[in-house]
């Protein structure tokens, strides 16, 4: 199953060196920029509309930290990341559609370490893309001027790493259930668009504040242990959320008639 999911991750090597290297662009070349508009952040800040600013969440944009948190680890980061997770995802309904799959159907390979190795593959893509994010954090954080521990960027990355997982087992599922890829791939951006919208929601009203805790986009935190403490109960929700997704789809592709 290890082989196979490395023979996978190279036939996705070039949207793995092109996700890391718009990580890395990113992280390195927004912090670089902080000093360069400082003030204009600080007043920019000031002048923030409550809309926008519960969107954004608890971060500060007059800080290095608070830039840190709303450049990298508020949006981009974390699409990237699942991103990349979802064409991981959505590739072994691809893989059935193509009839490559059937190659390796006829293995002694059991079908439960097919999909496995699928869904180990799209934890190393996402793994590769939250390394990255810390390195660049890493070079770009002094840039910045932000006084940022490697253990906080570390913490702040791991849960992005987790939402990753999460949301490539929704698009392995789905593949597994419809062998459709397209769906698979619709699947695992719609869970993305759903939950970013129950957040905001919850951000912004505060009879539905409920909302927030239920979403998976809350829970991955925004990179908040750059500036706050570490919500391990949110990061839990996240690993066990994908190990129950991820386990459905392994048990479901063992008992399902493919197109082949």
Request: hydrophobic share 55%.
């Amino acid at each position: 199953m290890i082989a196979l999911s490395l023979d996978l991750l190279r036939s996705r090597r070039t949207l793995v060196l092109g996700i890391c290297a718009g990580i890395l662009l990113v992280a390195v070349g927004y912090l670089a920029l902080y000093p360069s508009f400082e003030k204009q952040l600080q007043t920019f800040a000031d002048d923030l509309p409550d809309a926008y600013r519960a969107l954004l969440g608890d971060i500060d944009l007059a800080t290095p930290e608070g830039y840190i948190r709303s450049q990298v680890y508020s949006l981009i980061a974390p699409l990237l990341i699942a991103g990349a997770s979802i064409a991981v995802g959505s590739g072994l309904a691809r893989a059935e559609r193509d009839q490559t799959l059937a190659v390796l159907a006829v293995t002694p390979l059991p079908r439960r370490s097919l999909a496995g190795a699928w869904w180990l593959s799209l934890m190393l893509v996402a793994g590769a893309a939250a390394l990255t994010a810390i390195v660049g954090v890493m070079i770009g954080a002094p840039l910045a001027g932000a006084d940022v521990s490697i253990g906080r960027i570390v913490a702040a990355t791991l849960p992005l790493f987790a939402f990753g997982v999460l949301v490539g087992s929704v698009a392995l599922l789905v593949s597994v259930l419809t062998g459709a890829p397209g769906s698979a791939t619709g699947a695992g951006w719609l869970f993305i668009v759903a939950s970013f919208v129950l957040n905001s929601v919850g951000e912004l009203i505060d009879s539905a504040s409920w909302l927030t805790s239920v979403s998976p986009w809350s829970w991955h935190g925004a990179g908040a242990p750059i500036t706050d403490a570490f919500d391990g109960w949110a990061f839990l929700a996240l690993v066990v959320g994908a190990a129950l997704v991820g386990g459905l789809a392994l048990w479901r592709f063992e008992h399902r008639n493919l197109h082949l």
